[in-house]
Each structure stands twice: as C-alpha cells, then as structure tokens.
C-alpha cells in the first residue's frame, strides 16, 4: 500500500489510491514556514483495522523530520497518537 503526498505553499495531503480511488487521506495545513496543523484524516471502512491511519502519520513524521518541520494535531485522532507516543515524536510535536 503506496502513500502519496500532494502538497502546495498553503497545505498538502498524504493519501492511499486504490484502482484510482482515494480510500484513505490525512490533510494538513501550513500555520506558518516551520509549523504544520494536520487537521483531518479519514480511512474507508473497507481499510480500517488494518493500521492505515498509523501509516498516515508516520509518513507526515517523516515529511516533517525530512523537512525540520513541527506540527500540532487538530486532527482528534492525530492528537490522539501524538499524546499516546509523546516520547517518540517529541520533536517534531509543536509547543
């Protein structure tokens, strides 16, 4: 399963096409140069329970380390892994 990323100046999302359908998608936007807010992630019903959610976040940690980048999670279920794995995405979590 390839994720993808698209993302412009403003904002940019990480997703998964299956047979030219987007089945499942983490969006995220600029708050400013250094400091992303990933705001929504969604996964077709057909894919959860298989850890595609997970996967979403780590490829935008890697973006972000990548690109020395920090983010906040308005997102609740990105909120929700941030807070439960604090000691391993500390550097990238903003504030």
């Given amino acids: 399963m390839e994720i993808k990323h698209q993302k412009d100046q403003e904002s940019g999302t990480f997703f998964i096409e299956i047979n030219g359908t987007r089945e499942a998608e983490m969006t995220y936007r600029y708050i400013n140069t250094n400091t992303i807010d990933i705001?929504?992630?969604?996964?077709n019903d057909a894919l959860k329970g298989e850890g595609v959610g997970s996967?979403?976040?780590e490829?935008?940690?890697?973006?972000?380390?990548?690109n020395n980048l920090k983010a906040v999670a308005s997102c609740?279920?990105?909120?929700?892994?941030?807070?439960?794995?604090?000691?391993?995405?500390?550097?990238i979590i903003s504030g």
Wanted: hydrophobic content about 40%.
């Fill in 39 to 43: 705001n929504h992630t969604e996964v």
């Fill in 76 to 91: 609740s279920y990105v909120s929700h892994v941030f807070d439960k794995k604090q000691e391993m995405y500390k550097d």
């Fill in 55 to 57: 996967k979403l976040v």
């Fill in 59 to 66: 490829a935008a940690v890697k973006f972000l380390r990548e």
